[in-house]
């Protein structure tokens, strides 16, 4: 006599089940939009001019003689809506008739274009005063500023590569002080293999044999940030969206006071985030916009996301690029 076992009720087992809950990848935080000085007095045109004034000297008088006279250096700062993007999809009446997860799926269409949206311009912030940029550093180069260099290759070798240590960021604070750059709100923004060698260090890891280091904050420019910690008074945070090496982002190796930053380096920026001089400014022309309509010859339902804006290096003397290579502590 047989009862119900799997061999005989095969028919009635389902050899696969899908769960109508939606696997979604991971983000990483974004942070740079915070950190750029958005301009508001931009109504209309694609092209704005910010007029620029130098300073004043002071010369030796001789009694009697006539004052020398020197004029305001004065110069000018252009600006421009270059970038102009979108992130579409859509969904055609036969694959919402037919999916099973079709509302899940379709709730997410507009997140997720907001989403590559922000990712694109976070990643177009940070490439801003890079090689290839306009009023960028120039590639290889020291790009001295008052005999201060704002382009190096990292000094610490690990593995007989490059990395970022303890005395770049004091070569960096170095290089603004150097630049007259108000010594507040220092921010340095670091791969996370960077981070990962700083992690190691122990003189940073046993903080109470190191008062110095001791000054982790838990406050950040916002609810997304990475920070790690302090260092030589920069607050350090990690990003993935940081800009490669070499002219236009490459990855290429670059060679800066006869050091080699290696294959695919990673530009770490340093700099200060006051108000009034942070490195980046930038101007939205069209904030993200969305756009959603059926279209009956195709039997589809499109949604577009739209933004314009421009962004530019505008304090080249408040930007400092350390070359990092990420293979290092591999």
């Excluded at 046993?206 to 838990?218: A, E, H, L, R």
């Excluded at 309509?293 to 577009?304: G, H, I």
Aim: proline share 5%; with cysteine; hydrophobic share 40%.
């Amino acid at each position: 006599m047989a009862g119900m076992v799997t061999a005989n009720s095969d028919a009635l087992i389902r050899s696969n089940v899908w769960t109508t809950q939606l696997k979604d990848v991971l983000y990483a935080d974004l942070q740079a939009q915070s950190l750029v000085r958005w301009l508001s007095d931009f109504p209309d045109g694609n092209t704005l001019n910010v007029p620029s004034i130098g300073q004043m000297y002071a010369n030796d008088y001789v009694e009697d003689q006539a004052v020398q006279y020197t004029p305001l250096a004065t110069g000018n700062f252009q600006f421009t809506i270059s970038e102009y993007i979108s992130s579409a999809t859509y969904i055609t009446n036969k694959d919402k008739q037919d999916s099973f997860v079709m509302s899940q799926l379709v709730s997410m269409f507009v997140p997720k274009e907001a989403r590559a949206i922000a990712e694109r311009v976070e990643v177009d912030i940070m490439k801003q005063g890079q090689p290839g940029t306009p009023g960028g550093q120039t590639v290889g180069n020291a790009n001295t500023i008052n005999g201060a260099a704002h382009r190096l290759v990292g000094s610490t070798v690990v593995n007989s590569k490059y990395t970022v240590g303890i005395r770049d960021f004091a070569l960096a604070a170095y290089a603004l002080k150097k630049a007259n750059v108000p010594q507040q709100a220092f921010v340095a923004i670091v791969d996370p293999s960077v981070e990962f060698y700083l992690n190691t260090l122990s003189n940073l890891v046993t903080v109470q044999n190191n008062p110095m280091f001791d000054g982790v904050i838990t406050t950040g420019f916002g609810s997304s940030m990475r920070f790690i910690r302090n260092i030589m008074g920069f607050d350090v945070y990690t990003s993935n969206y940081l800009p490669l090496s070499g002219t236009n982002q490459t990855g290429a190796s670059e060679t800066i006071n006869s050091v080699a930053s290696g294959l695919n380096a990673v530009c770490n920026l340093f700099f200060s985030a006051a108000p009034d001089v942070t490195p980046w400014i930038g101007a939205w022309r069209q904030m993200p916009n969305v756009d959603g309509e059926y279209n009956k010859d195709f039997q589809r339902e499109e949604f577009v996301t739209t933004a314009r804006y421009g962004l530019k290096l505008f304090r080249p003397e408040n930007f400092v690029t350390i070359l990092s290579d990420p293979s290092a502590v591999a």
